[in-house]
């Protein structure tokens, strides 16, 4: 059997190393239309920050490693077309400008997204930069450390905007950070967090302006010089663009169904909409746990859990893929959050109805200084008030305590319930946490509060 796997990330990679986990000999033919393979953008924040020194070590594996497993890797090489009636597909190789035809017996598509650019006057200046893959990271780098960049702006504060202002206030940077929503992580964390947040963003010379919407990029001799809101103007050496992605199905238009988004439509098996077709990654939706229905959520780990999901299928097997909560988490300066699930902010947006419960605690008994790391910490829960059904939490603490997410979204994802939660068996010992862990505790509360 021949397989053609498309994109080298995260989706395309955990499908060529499912694949060769199960039956090494399959024929695999794996296409980059990059220079690089498997670059993690999940690791930028580090090597712009200098904790990663070389760039071209944020990545999965080499072109050689992989071709040493019997894949035969092509970088630099672009799948432009499908015909799935004769399942071929038109390869462009951009070296030597040449086309040809490959024949696949299945084929996996992990074509990702790029960063979406906002439709405003000025988008093509100079110094207007994205967050995505090697070639910004190479960029942005050098940017860091440029002197004749004192004012960076950046433009949506989701995760990779909050990462991208907290890499540019430690270079010393001034940065402001403009989002169209009236919080920072608005689409993460719910107000008691980002106010904590925000005051942490501005002790570290970050401006914040919330609530605005750009409306062009200025400048002078090509480079922009400043960013223009409904409400305000900013002097922009550099503007880093971080407000979404767009998915990078253009060219799938008239072969494969596709959303209104331009996301591929596959099945709980992955399947597209003609056969022997796969699709997995950020160009398409999840099933969502916390209300059963499919959902554009971009994480790697989504794209991971595809990619293994389709391998087993393409081998034959009968693997649904399982719901996922949107688990993740991020460092802002000192503070340690993550969150899954359905939050008080997104529960209306998903037709849910929720009810939220707030407490705060330490992370370990009151006797523990807080030089031996006892913090204050932030937990919320969401769930459903009717059934009791646990849909979401988010945690936040100056001590890493974001693993209790993942417990959280087990509870989801396995539909338990507060009561089950309640007294659920965690751990003790005052180095880590206390007799009642925080879930232990929102959830005894929660029901408490209920009768
Ligand atoms: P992509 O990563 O978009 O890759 C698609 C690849 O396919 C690209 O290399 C592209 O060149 C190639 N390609 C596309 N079309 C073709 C074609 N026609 N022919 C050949 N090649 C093609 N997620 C997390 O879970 N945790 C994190 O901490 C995290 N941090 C992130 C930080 C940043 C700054 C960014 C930008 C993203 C982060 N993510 C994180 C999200 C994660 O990177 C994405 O969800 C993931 O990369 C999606 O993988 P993918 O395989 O769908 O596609």
Not at 17 to 34: F, N, S, V
Not at 53 to 65: C, F, G, I, L, P
Not at 262 to 269: A, E
């Amino acid at each position: 059997m021949k397989v053609i796997v498309i994109g080298s990330s995260h989706g395309g990679f955990e499908t060529v190393r499912g694949i060769l986990a199960e039956k090494p000999d399959t024929e695999i033919q794996w296409y980059e239309r990059g220079d690089f393979i498997s670059f993690l953008s999940c690791g930028m924040q580090l090597y712009l920050e200098g904790v990663v020194k070389d760039v071209n070590s944020v990545r999965y594996a080499t072109a050689e490693q992989m071709r040493a497993k019997g894949v035969s890797v092509f970088v630099h090489q672009e799948v432009t077309s499908i015909n799935p009636d004769e399942h071929t597909v038109v390869v462009h190789n951009l070296d030597d400008d040449s086309t040809r035809e490959e024949k696949y017996d299945k084929l996996v598509l992990s074509a990702g997204a790029v960063p979406a650019q906002i439709p405003v006057p000025g988008g093509d200046l100079a110094n207007v930069y994205a967050m995505r893959g090697r070639d910004w990271a190479i960029k942005l780098k050098e940017k860091t450390v440029d002197p004749t960049v004192q004012n960076v702006t950046v433009v949506g504060a989701g995760y990779i905007g909050i990462e991208a202002a907290e890499v540019f206030s430690k270079a010393g940077k001034h940065v402001t950070l403009i989002d169209i929503l009236p919080r920072p992580l608005a689409l993460y964390l719910d107000q008691e967090f980002t106010d904590i947040l925000s005051d942490t963003l501005k002790d570290h010379n970050i401006y914040l302006a919330p609530g605005q919407t750009v409306k062009s990029f200025t400048g002078e001799n090509g480079q922009v010089s400043t960013v223009k809101t409904d409400q305000a103007e900013y002097p922009s050496d550099l503007v880093i663009e971080t407000a979404g992605i767009k998915p990078n199905t253009d060219w799938l238009k008239g072969t494969l169904d596709l959303t209104d988004k331009g996301l591929v439509k596959v099945n709980d098996h992955l399947e597209t909409s003609q056969p022997d077709i796969y699709a997995v990654g950020d160009s398409t939706k999840v099933p969502f746990a916390p209300t059963g229905k499919t959902l554009q959520i971009a994480l790697a780990t989504n794209a991971r859990r595809q990619g293994r999901i389709a391998a087993k299928n393409v081998l034959g097997d009968d693997m649904k893929m399982p719901a996922v909560s949107g688990s993740s988490a991020l460092s802002v300066f000192d503070y340690h959050f993550a969150s899954t699930g359905i939050k008080e902010g997104t529960s209306a947006a998903n037709g849910i109805l929720s009810q939220s419960i707030f407490v705060t605690d330490t992370t370990q008994p009151p006797f523990v200084p807080g030089k031996a790391g006892n913090q204050k910490v932030y937990f919320k829960l969401t769930f459903d008030p009717g059934n009791h059904r646990i849909l979401g939490a988010q945690i936040m603490s100056k001590r890493d305590v974001t693993a209790n997410i993942n417990a959280i979204s087990l509870a989801v994802q396995t539909k338990m319930t507060l009561d089950d939660l309640a007294y659920a068996d965690f751990f003790f010992q005052p180095g880590f946490d206390r007799p009642w862990n925080i879930m232990n505790v929102a959830a005894q509360k929660a029901l408490h509060d209920l009768t």
